[in-house]
């Protein structure tokens, strides 16, 4: 017997999909307007891929070699004064360890503010677990390189947004230490320091997954 | 076209996951086209095309090291080229947003869109009349390949909402091609 019912889209994209229902397949046996329209879905689908190809009106290599370098540099940069920026503030928390409190330094726009001549930050038991948190974080890392799992292309983007957070605290930390800022400035940044790097460690070791893999986000892209 | 994996030399590849530029340029003149005809039909403008190639091909090369390479090296381009564009995407579509009396809307949803045309368009014209979400729906999966799964998860949605939105646009193909 006839199903009187044309199929709906849905149905007939299913169909042409190869997940169609028994009931699709059996109007389509019996329907021949439904037939048509599937035949319509399979040629706009073999149209849409065979449409030719927008090139590229002009080359960006230039623009995207030169922002390689750019962040090159920056990693070089950061790697570089990191270090200096933990074992001075090391250093500072052992000689400077019950020194006079000192002036904040404000953070304002990603900038600290200068603080009075002849002040130092000074380094307290906080400082000095975010440091050595943040120094074990990096060992973690460095002592794995060779075991990171390929990752999904999102996950790779929010592998980089984190390094590029971190190179940003490290400017920050290195210019605070410079102009010598209060103490509670640098906790709050080695604090972050230590907790995306927590974040990045997290997904590097831990959520590393086959390119193939699914990845499972909790952000919507459509918010 | 977009969906042809374009095999690259694994001594090339293995040069750009040490980070050497010359083969990181092989790799971009390899793919670029690929890459912005995929931006160029997600986003459906020039601009935004070229800023997804960009983007794309300099997350590429920072992040290459980290393609390990049990998978397509085009397929992995090309889930780097989809993010970028659903970002530029989104972005694009918060600054459509107008604020009225408090209350945010569409530009889609006071009149913005072009008029109906009056007779049969070919499909090149149709596709740039979707609206971005549907269109991006219908490219990834009738040309990509990606299943509904993949669409919902790369949109932060569900596998159903990719199903409703493929069918929005074939019923809309239907009316202006037909």
Known sequence: MVNLRHLEMHELLAERDGEGSAHAQTHLESCEDCRRELERLFRVRAELKALPAFTPPRDLWTNVAADVSQRRKRRWWGAGTVGLAAAAALTGF?????????????????TVAPVEEGRVAEATPDLELYINRSRE????????????????????????????RILILDGMIHESRQLGVDRRVLVNLWNERTATLETLVGIQLGEARPVDTPVQTSTSVWR | MSSDA???????????????????????????????????????????????????????CRSIRRYRGDGSLWGWIR??????????????????????????????????????PTGPI?????????????????????????????????????ASFSKSQLSRAHKRLREWLD
């Open chain 1, 94 to 110: 052992i000689l400077l360890r019950g020194g006079e409190p000192i002036t904040p330094g404000p953070v304002v726009d990603g």
């Open chain 1, 137 to 164: 974080l990096e060992t973690l890392l460095q002592t794995y390189p060779t075991q990171y799992r390929v990752y999904d292309a999102p996950t790779a983007i929010a592998v980089s947004a984190l390094e590029d």
């Open chain 2, 6 to 60: 374009l095999v690259l030399a694994d001594a090339l590849v293995a040069r750009a996951r040490a980070g050497d530029l010359e083969a990181l340029e092989s790799v971009y003149r390899a793919y670029r086209t690929q890459v912005y005809n995929l931006g160029r039909r997600i986003c459906g403008n020039e601009e935004d095309a070229e800023d997804v190639l960009q983007d794309t091909f300099v997350e590429v």
């Open chain 2, 79 to 116: 889930q780097v080229a989809v993010s970028k564009a659903l970002m530029l995407l989104r972005r694009e579509r918060n600054r459509s947003r107008r604020t009225v009396s408090g209350e945010v809307i569409s530009l889609e949803l006071i009149g913005t869109n072009p008029p109906e």
């Open chain 2, 122 to 158: 070919d499909l090149e014209a149709a596709l740039g009349r979707l609206t971005p979400v549907t269109r991006s729906v219908l490219w990834l999966h009738d040309v990509e390949g990606y299943t509904h799964e993949e669409i919902g998860e790369m949109m932060g949605k569900t």
